[in-house]
């Protein structure tokens, strides 16, 4: 296994925000903003780590169909105790989970996967977990990273976006070479999870404007901001279309925003694309 990489990040992740869509049948990236120069940087990736240890979940025999309530809580609770969506999601299976974002589902989950074990299979996804060289102010346990509640695991964009791509759907995007194979029975939950998000999970803003089906999967963190002595959520989403055999994916960032702000924002550009005659769906 690699040793976890420490990583100083120049200056703040304010005001930064990245943008990628790339063409899975040709590699070849079609759009790029990057603004913070974030290509070259490491990014967390909030709740995109719950499709990994979905996977990882699964291959250490935990049943998709099992169900985890997640009941209604305070918003002055941790969320790392409860969930994010303080009315609760009541029971929730696999692909619900993933589709809503469950923290209290995949708290319940990261009790059933070592954390060595998780490590190792981002490391066989070529996701070193880089860790910037800076003071925290909070210790997260392993089930608070291996869920994406730790904004210190940060990976560089296009290895984030090839892994999850190769994870869900067996796609190669640049930066994703070597890659392990994987159990087709272990993928076909994460689609599902990935294509009701949009339905009517996290997602839903990818969705929006688009006369074909897409997936994807968001991702929320709270960045700790010393200097100004308060948090601010930034966000993450990665999407495929059309589902369910995607020709191209699509990644936002925004250091200001959720990740529910970045499906839509992913969705606008896409459109955007496709208006412009920049990319072409095959009906």
Request: proline share 7%; with cysteine.
């Amino acid at each position: 296994m690699k040793r976890l990489l420490p990583l100083l990040l120049a200056g703040s992740l304010s005001a930064q925000s990245l943008q990628l869509v790339v063409n899975l049948r040709s590699g070849a990236i079609v759009f790029q903003e990057d603004c913070g120069q974030l290509l070259d940087r490491s990014i967390p990736a909030g709740s995109l780590f719950k499709i990994f240890l979905a996977y990882a979940a699964l291959a250490e025999g935990s049943d998709p169909a099992r169900t985890v309530f997640c009941p209604p809580s305070s918003p002055t609770l941790p969320v790392r105790d409860n969930c994010w969506f303080r009315a609760g999601h009541r029971n929730q299976d696999l692909v619900q989970a993933l589709a809503n974002s469950c923290d209290r589902y995949f708290m319940t989950l990261a009790e059933r996967v070592p954390i060595d074990a998780f490590v190792a299979f981002l490391d066989s996804l070529d996701l070193v977990v880089q860790i910037p060289d800076t003071d925290h102010n909070h210790e997260y346990t392993a089930g608070e990273s291996m869920v994406g509640l730790n904004p210190h695991w940060r990976f560089p964009p296009l290895k984030l976006l090839a892994a999850v791509a190769w994870l869900v759907y067996g796609r190669c995007v640049p930066g994703g070479n070597s890659l392990p194979i994987l159990e087709e029975k272990f993928r076909a939950p994460l689609r599902r999870g990935l294509r009701e998000a949009a339905v009517y999970g996290t997602a839903q803003g990818f969705q929006e404007g688009m006369d074909f089906k897409v997936s994807g999967k968001t991702g929320t963190f709270v960045r700790v901001i010393p200097q100004l002595e308060r948090s601010k959520l930034s966000g993450i989403f990665v999407g495929f279309f059309p589902d369910p055999e995607p020709e191209y994916c699509v990644l936002v960032f925004n250091a200001a925003g959720n990740g529910r702000e970045q499906a839509r924002a992913a969705g606008v550009r896409v459109r955007k694309l496709l208006a412009a005659g920049k990319i072409h769906i095959r009906r």
